[in-house]
Each structure stands twice: as structure tokens, then as C-alpha cells.
């Protein structure tokens, strides 16, 4: 701070003596003495100032490296949020696996029931009670060599024995012999 001091005193000095001299003396002693003091002044101001420049570097050097680390945070957050949704599409995954492996179960039961029933079925033609909800038992005629397993005969016509020429009111109610060897249209 002294040599500062020093330097703007000089300075106000050398203003007044050039002021005061209007000789050619006066021109070359403005020179020699404005070289000093700038010399003086340079070298004062440079070691004053040399540290700041040092640190403006160092601030432009960390600007870089703070602006490379939010570039890589934005990277890794883009990436974070992408893992996130795979996790999801992967737990998503996993729950349809096991809703696809319980339909699997589920529809190997059923077919192995319904193979059962048909099983017993093809075995078995004939005059049959079922149940339908809602409703009481009747019976029934399956005749699986005909249509396969699994349906039932609503009509019968095998010789003649039962007219089928009747109005709507018969045909709603039902007639005829429902057995194997009899003729007849069903109504439940």
C-alpha cells in the first residue's frame, strides 16, 4: 500500500513540475521521468494485481470443470430415469409372467376336466340328469356318435312313430318319448 501511495504521490509531483517547467529541459525531464514512474508503477501494480490474474485462471479453469460435471449429472439423471422405467417394464414383466404361468395352470385343469368329461362321454351316450343354475335338474340325451362328445339331442326323428306336424304352442312345450330309441323335440 506504501509503494501505491508512493506512486500516485509521484505522479501528482511529476503534474506539478511539468506544469511549473516550459523549456525544452522541461520535455526531456517529462521523458526520463514519466518512464520512471511508469516503470515504478508497472511494477508495483503487476505484483498487486498478479494474484488476482492467477486467480481468474483458476476461476476459468473451475467454470470448465463445473460445467463438465453438470453435463455429466444431467447424463446420469437421464440415465437414472431410463433405468427406473426398466425396472418397471421389468416388474411389469415379471407380473404378466406369473398371471401367463397361473392361466397356464388354470387352462391345463380345465382341459384336463373337460378331457375327463368327454372321456366319460364318448363312453357314455345316453339318458342323462343335469343341472343348469337356476333351474332343476332334467334330463337330457346325449348321443355322442352322432355329434361328439358334449352335446345334447333337442330332436329326435328315427321312424315316424311321432308327427311333427304341430303347432308353435307343442313345439314350445316340448313332446314326444326322450329316450334312445324314442322320437321326440325338447324343451327344459
Known amino acids: 500500500m506504501r509503494n501505491f501511495l508512493t506512486c500516485i504521490l509521484l505522479t501528482c509531483l511529476y ?14 525531464l517529462n521523458c526520463a521521468v514519466a518512464k520512471r514512474l511508469e516503470n515504478q508503477c508497472a511494477s508495483y501494480c503487476y505484483q498487486v494485481i ?10 476459468h479453469q473451475k467454470d ?3 460445467a463438465d460435471l453438470i453435463e455429466q449429472l444431467a447424463k446420469y439423471k437421464a440415465a437414472e430415469s431410463q433405468n427406473k422405467e426398466l425396472l418397471e417394464i421389468t416388474a411389469n414383466l415379471v407380473d404378466i409372467k406369473k398371471m401367463i404361468s397361473e ?7 380345465s382341459h384336463n376336466v373337460e378331457s375327463e368329461h368327454n372321456t366319460q362321454n364318448t363312453l357314455n351316450s345316453g339318458l342323462k340328469m343335469i343341472k343348469v343354475l337356476g333351474l332343476e335338474a332334467f334330463p337330457v340325451l346325449y348321443n355322442n356318435h352322432i355329434a ?41
Open 103 to 109: 392361466m397356464k395352470t388354470q387352462l391345463n385343469e
Open 15 to 28: 503534474q506539478r513540475v511539468i506544469s511549473n517547467l516550459h523549456s525544452e529541459y522541461a520535455d526531456d
Open 148 to 188: 361328439g362328445p358334449g352335446w345334447i339331442v333337442i330332436q329326435q326323428r328315427l321312424n315316424g312313430d311321432q308327427s311333427f306336424y304341430r303347432d308353435w304352442a307343442a313345439y314350445r312345450e316340448g313332446f314326444g318319448d326322450i329316450t334312445e330309441s324314442g322320437e321326440f323335440f325338447y324343451r327344459s
Open 50 to 59: 498478479k494474484p488476482f490474474i492467477q486467480i481468474t485462471h483458476e476461476c
Open 64 to 66: 470448465a470443470k463445473i
